[in-house]
């Protein structure tokens, strides 16, 4: 009996050695897919769609006509842009009245009996913005925004047309993607208006001089009044007036019928407090005023209390007879006027040679992902050109109030490794819905065939992790286009276990296309940047090449991503040193003493091609000592430190194994020795 005890323990024993021993021993990314030890895959294919509002949907099922004639409203529900989480971007008192153009040139332009209001309400807030803003004025083309976005031409497609024909109306965020995808502005010279939708060959949007770029513009929340609501708009109004004085007019979308409307003279007095018809005409507002009086409005038909948005209409100025000044009143009230609001913050000169992106629609949907507060993103890029290209900057789109992100960079290759990523923008504030351009401080080199741009995406407070897309929803963007090895995205820059989004599938959507709405732009090294090369000659002391060394390369004591190996000749060519930079070496090769931290000659003139020869002494049989040339060398490592913790936790779990395996084996004997086996 005693024997049987003292066997049974150390079954116990062995048991329990080995139930710690199977973990260990199997590989590590089949126990943990990230560091919330969850199966990636299985929580990436149950992302969600954002799901669109009603009012978007029913619009989509209205016949093609009707659509034509309404303006499509916005695609997601109120509660994703709490109008309350809105801060006031001044406390410096308002004026009760303001006209933008009382401050700046504007002039009223005709749209005629085409359907482009959408489009002139959308340059409407390009020109004022440039001009409050930076004092330019300049007159773009709203008909060549219709016929950019539109798909098809008599002799072909559009390749970066939506899902609609020329006169087929348009939105807010279609006039944005044709802003900040190099598709315009174009001067109104370069495509005057006329006053037809008529079909042309591609060739009539083809070689156009594209003046400028949007950088940033906001989203409002969409605030649709149902009648006898009374919401309380303060801080909402605020911001309105202040972006108007600040960034010039914002696009919306009013209902304009013989119903809600009355001229008294000067201007159409709006007011419709209807929500079971649909807003059939695109303006910009312009300005305000508080005291506006309710007896400006409809007989019949009036609000409650005073005040008004001054809009800058686009119809003929003669069409209520000479006295009409183009200019009309929209009261506070009215059901729609703040349903769709979006203003241009930011634009800039053309100042790029290649954008980059897979989102050329714009963003008009986001993947969600529940109880996760992070996301990162991923584009891989091919490079345009075999010539080395600066990044300065890439744009993102946000969906969500309070959003934050990081930006990392692979400059040298479509490598989403973390060792492989560089961090090279933080945001310094939470941003709100809307389009957002980061420019760097320190301009990244683009020197690979491919690279690779990531975004990390952080929701505190939210209850879904948000990926913004661009989709194909069948509808305006239902020419949405996608292929595998674009984009992909991950919860953790450790696991290093990216899912491509081409591969996706999640049960109950139709995912036929989508990619991650981020751009990166980029600019030819210009002539006065010299680069040049080195051709790095490993030698024993014996004078004989060594091939096979590994070579380390650093810039500015950064690692570059890839290594080297010298040829048959000992030799190895480091390419695109640029000159006003410091470039160091470390060389390793088995059965050698190391060289770390060897300079490098700087680069002086473009083309240039210097030469460096280091000879490497055999070890004699004890380790390889490091053998450096600047002991006080410290190498910037940060780009890679995110695997380093796997080295420390590897020799732990080496040594572990390693003494539970001798307890194992001292037990095992203990029992063959009990049973005489």
Not at 200 to 225: D, G, H, R
Not at 506 to 518: L, S
Request: aromatic share 10%; net charge negative; glycine share 6%.
């Amino acid at each position: 009996m005693k024997h049987i005890r003292k066997r049974f323990k150390l079954i116990t024993s062995l048991v329990i050695i080995f139930a710690f021993l199977l973990p260990m021993l199997m590989p590590y990314n089949q126990i943990f897919a990230n560091e919330n030890g969850e199966n990636i895959s299985e929580v990436i294919s149950k992302a969600q769609l954002r799901p669109y509002s009603k009012e978007y949907l029913e619009w989509v099922a209205l016949p093609e006509e009707e659509r034509k004639n309404t303006i499509a409203p916005p695609m997601h529900e109120m509660e994703y842009v709490a109008k309350e989480t809105m801060m006031l971007m001044s406390t410096s008192t308002l004026p009760a009245t303001y006209n933008l153009k009382n401050d700046i040139n504007i002039t009223i332009k005709n749209q005629g009996n085409t359907n482009q209001c959408w489009a002139f309400a959308a340059v409407s807030s390009l020109e004022t913005n440039l001009a409050k803003a930076k004092g330019q004025n300049q007159s773009f083309s709203p008909r060549h925004m219709d016929y950019a976005t539109s798909k098809t031409f008599t002799d072909g497609i559009n390749s970066l047309g939506h899902n609609r024909e020329v006169g087929d109306g348009g939105t807010a965020l279609i006039a944005m993607a044709y802003l900040t995808r190099g598709a315009g502005p174009i001067l109104e010279t370069d495509m005057p208006f006329v006053n037809n939708e008529a079909k042309f060959a591609l060739s009539y949007i083809a070689n156009k001089t594209v003046q400028k770029k949007v950088t940033e513009y906001i989203l409002f929340p969409s605030v649709k009044k149902e009648p006898g609501t009374s919401p309380n708009m303060t801080a909402f109004r605020e911001n309105v007036k202040r972006h108007i004085m600040q960034y010039g007019s914002i696009s919306t979308g009013i209902v304009y019928s013989d119903n809600f409307v009355v001229f008294n003279g000067n201007n159409l007095n709006v007011y419709c407090n209807d929500t079971n018809v649909k807003p059939n005409h695109g303006v910009s507002i312009v300005g305000w005023d508080d005291n506006y009086a309710v007896t400006n409005f409809k007989e019949g038909r009036r609000p409650q209390n005073p005040g008004a948005y001054i809009i800058r209409n686009s119809w003929d100025t003669n069409l209520y007879g000479s006295s009409y000044t183009g200019y009309d009143y929209v009261s506070y009230e009215d059901a729609y006027i703040e349903y769709s609001l979006l203003g241009i913050v930011g634009v800039e000169n053309k100042d790029y040679d290649y954008i980059y992106q897979y989102d050329p629609l714009g963003c008009n949907n986001e993947l969600t992902f529940d109880n996760k507060q992070i996301i990162y993103g991923a584009n891989v890029f091919n490079k345009q050109s075999d010539k080395v290209q600066i990044l300065n900057e890439v744009s993102l789109a946000v969906c969500l109030t309070n959003i934050s992100y990081e930006i990392y960079v692979n400059p040298e290759s479509g490598s989403l490794d973390a060792a492989n990523l560089t961090k090279v923008a933080t945001s310094s504030a939470s941003l709100s819905p809307g389009y957002y351009t980061i420019k760097f401080d320190t301009p990244i080199y683009l020197t690979g065939d491919k690279f690779a741009v990531v975004v990390k995406y952080t929701c505190p407070g939210s209850a879904k992790a948000v990926l913004p897309v661009e989709y194909n929803d069948g509808s305006y963007w239902g020419t949405a286009k996608s292929n595998a090895g674009e984009s992909f995205a991950c919860f953790d820059l450790v696991s290093n276990n990216w899912e491509d989004l081409k591969g996706l599938e999640a049960p109950g959507i139709d995912i036929r296309d989508v990619n991650i709405a981020v751009k990166a732009f980029a600019s030819d090294v210009s002539d006065n940047i010299s680069i040049g090369s080195t051709l790095v000659t490993i030698k024993d002391n014996a004078g004989l090449p060594i091939a096979g060394a590994t070579i380390t390369v650093y810039e500015n004591n950064v690692k570059r991503n890839s290594t080297l190996t010298t040829n048959a000749q000992g030799q190895v060519t480091i390419e695109n040193m640029m000159a006003g930079k410091t470039y160091k070496i470390d060389i390793q090769k088995a059965g050698y003493i190391e060289q770390s931290g060897i300079q490098l000659q700087s680069i002086t003139a473009s083309g240039q091609v210097l030469t460096k020869q280091v000879n490497l002494t055999q070890n004699s049989g004890g380790n390889n000592n490091n053998n450096s040339n600047n002991n006080n060398n410290q190498k910037d490592d940060s780009a890679y430190k995110g695997n380093l913790p796997f080295v420390g936790e590897t020799m732990v779990c080496f040594g572990v194994i390693n003494i539970l395996l001798a307890i194992a084996i001292i037990n095992f004997r203990k029992i063959k020795a009990l049973t005489g086996v």
